[in-house]
């Protein structure tokens, strides 16, 4: 099969790599419709962030398609379902699996587009327990974007969000702009996204945000006029940059919540 596959900085190459086998009853191979390509890919890639890998593997962990074949022992998908995949891979028996933790399992053995072979290819193999069937209401390129999006909401459960009062977002870049939909579609009022980018100012507006503030401006005093002095009761960090960390702790109102979500990288 034909995929890009990762070996360091300024490396990635488009080659042959080998057709994914079922080779355990719990496996499913995919063929990948879409795939994205994630902040933390790039940093790898063409930043500051490379990593050594002893078997280089196609990267993309963020990816939708339909299953393919799926091994004999398998109870939640068939060929023909279309399917994103989350990407971690757990134990399923720690102590943090059975509390709803598996962000924090210990026994992973890897990740699927960093370690594992990803989604940046034409077919790739997963065990079933990392794949999410699809509801007949959500596109299979929308279900490329379920991984960032578990961001997100996981931000907005961590922070315990309630919508009544103001919400800040700062950084609006794709994970900027879920955050945004997750709080929306959680019911709030009054969102306020923060960026450098017109177009993605243009983009979190259309998405719904309520006002919107260009951080190469005097952003601290258009959010203290805004909010008559009070800034925000809940603020999301989603940019992973030095600015907006330092940012977001300026835009947290007395007695209100910060969440970082970003993952920095400097």
């Not at 063929?31 to 280089?56: M, N, Q, T």
């Not at 102590?95 to 992973?108: L, P």
């Amino acid at each position: 099969i034909k995929a890009l596959v990762y070996y360091g900085k300024e490396d990635l190459r488009l080659e042959d790599f080998p057709t994914p086998r079922i080779e355990s009853g719990t496996e499913v191979i995919i063929k990948v419709y879409y795939a994205g390509v994630c902040g933390s890919e790039l940093a790898r890639i063409i930043g500051d962030a490379p990593i050594p890998l002893e078997h280089p593997v196609p990267h993309g962990h963020e990816f939708a398609g339909v299953v393919q074949e799926a091994g004999s022992r398998g109870t939640t998908v068939r060929p023909g379902d279309r399917v994103a995949v989350a990407p971690k891979t757990v134990c399923g028996i720690c102590e943090d699996c059975r509390n709803d933790r598996v962000g924090q399992c210990a026994n992973t053995h890897g990740f699927i587009g960093v370690k594992l072979p990803g989604g940046w290819a034409e077919y790739c193999k997963v065990e079933e327990q990392n794949v999410v069937k699809l509801p007949d209401n959500v596109s299979t390129f929308a279900g490329a974007f379920l991984e960032p999006l578990t961001g997100a909401v996981h931000g907005l459960r961590v922070g315990e969000y309630t919508p009544g009062g103001r919400t800040a977002i700062v950084g609006c870049g794709t994970i900027g702009a879920l955050t945004l939909q997750a709080a929306l579609a959680q019911g709030a009022s009054e969102v306020t996204a923060f960026d450098s980018s017109g177009r993605a100012l243009a983009l979190a507006k259309e998405m719904g945000a309520h006002f919107t503030v260009c951080t190469t401006g005097d952003w601290r005093a258009q959010a203290w006029e805004q909010t008559g002095g009070r800034l925000y009761d809940t603020v999301f960090e989603t940019g992973g940059a030095a600015f907006t960390e330092k940012a977001a702790i300026e835009l947290t109102g007395a007695h209100g919540t910060l969440v970082y979500i970003g993952t920095p990288f400097s």
